[in-house]
């Protein structure tokens, strides 16, 4: 027990104490700022909020008159708004480059992803829906306080197909000897599942290690070697087997799709989530309207952050960048529930730019509709995950009761969203679960 508390006390030590900080005071009241709520557009006028622990518990007149304990952080007219969400982050995977993921011990992308997790709390986000990759460790290092990083709602492994999108294997792996589990497996990256029984084993797998949701893979995609972009992955039955094992659970199973044949198979299976989806037609987009399927969109262009590909690799790149405007067309036409994310894979500029593609998020709509996608709409998200979300209680929002993850803005970021993209200049405070991280006031 001596020798666990002194490896807990040095493991605590490691954090930087300008980042970390101890237990949030009693209450904090912040006065004099304007509110963006998460569920509307604009600014409130200047008016107090009040955390008392990790919640949010009083806005206004009533904040004031109860903090007679609280300690006061003068806003100064700045806005108060909630945390900022990726609805698509892979957290293990990040920067790490693809051959160092799967030829690195576990204990090695741990430490690397935790290094991530600190850079993206400091850039204001203070929670993420990891859709693969081992990150139950990183989470519950950051859940106890031993590093510091955003709220993690977990995945876990990839659910593929053989031949699909989350197949790494080489060429000199297949076929399979018998028995033989592919090094992505088990390192909790991918869970290869062919047919309804291994399906439903893989995805129970995942749901016993902690999984908040569940992600298979239902076609092709742009970073996979093997499969075509175009190519329709699971049959009805297997997804329908995904689905229901997840819905034995009380939460849901999101699919990477770009095509209409391979969202409308899983709409017709009982997803609730769309990831991706650039090549989606119109009457696709209508039907994941009339059924109340969320669209877990990505600005994904053929700019500075479009981390250009080679080969076969490039023509999937420039026809997802290419249907990229067509798809937040469809969705606004058919209000479509729209979520933001970033997919940000082997790429240390990309993490660097998350704030960055949020903000170029204004090509298809204001503002202030940005800025309730990564917040509010996001967390709305986030609740499909019912009995199985590891958090209790809203995020992505400032009203009475939610999670106080918060940051102070230097600015009006509805009326100049640009502030967002230099998150050390105009974020002067960071708060996540009631503690502050950052306070540069």
Known sequence: MDRLRALLLALCLLVSPAVAQPAPPAAILFTNVRVFDGRGTTLSAPTSVLVRGNRIAAIGPAAAAAASDATRIEGGGRTLMPGLIDAHAHIMMAELPEVALLASDIGFVNLAAAGTARTMLMRGFTSLRDLGGPSF????????????????????????????????????????????????????????????????????EQLRAGASQIKMMAGGGVSSKF???????????????????????????????????????AIAAGVKVIDHGQLADEATARLMA????????????????????????????????????????????????????????????????MNAKLAKMTRWYPSGEVLRMATGDNGELLMLSGERSPYAGPVGVVREGALADLLLVDGDPVADISLIEDPERNFRLIMKDGVIYKNSL
Not at 142 to 170: E, K, Y
Not at 227 to 233: E, I, N, R
Not at 345 to 352: E, M, R, Y
């Open 290 to 353: 009339e059924k109340g399927i969320w669209w877990s969109l990505q600005p994904f262009l053929d700019d500075e952050d479009a981390n250009p590909k080679t080969g076969a690799a490039r023509l999937k790149q420039e026809a997802v960048s290419a249907g990229t405007d067509n798809a937040y067309g469809l969705a606004r036409r058919y209000r479509v529930k729209t979520a933001w994310g970033t997919d940000t894979l082997h790429s240390s500029k990309g993490v660097l730019r």
């Open 227 to 265: 499969d075509p972009l175009d190519v329709t992955q699971y049959s009805l039955e297997e997804l329908k087997a995904g689905v229901e094992a997840a819905a034995d659970w009380g939460t849901y199973v999101t699919v990477h799709a770009y095509t209409p044949r391979a969202i409308q198979r």
């Open 137 to 204: 460790g990183l989470k519950q290092a950051i859940d106890s306080g031993l590093t510091p990083g955003p709220r993690i709602w977990p995945s876990g492994a990839m659910v593929s197909q053989t031949s699909g999108h989350g197949d790494f294997r080489l060429p000199n792996e297949v076929p399979a000897v018998p028995g033989a589990i592919a090094y992505a497996d088990r390192l909790g990256v991918t869970a290869i599942a062919d047919g309804v029984p291994l399906v439903q084993q893989r995805v129970r």
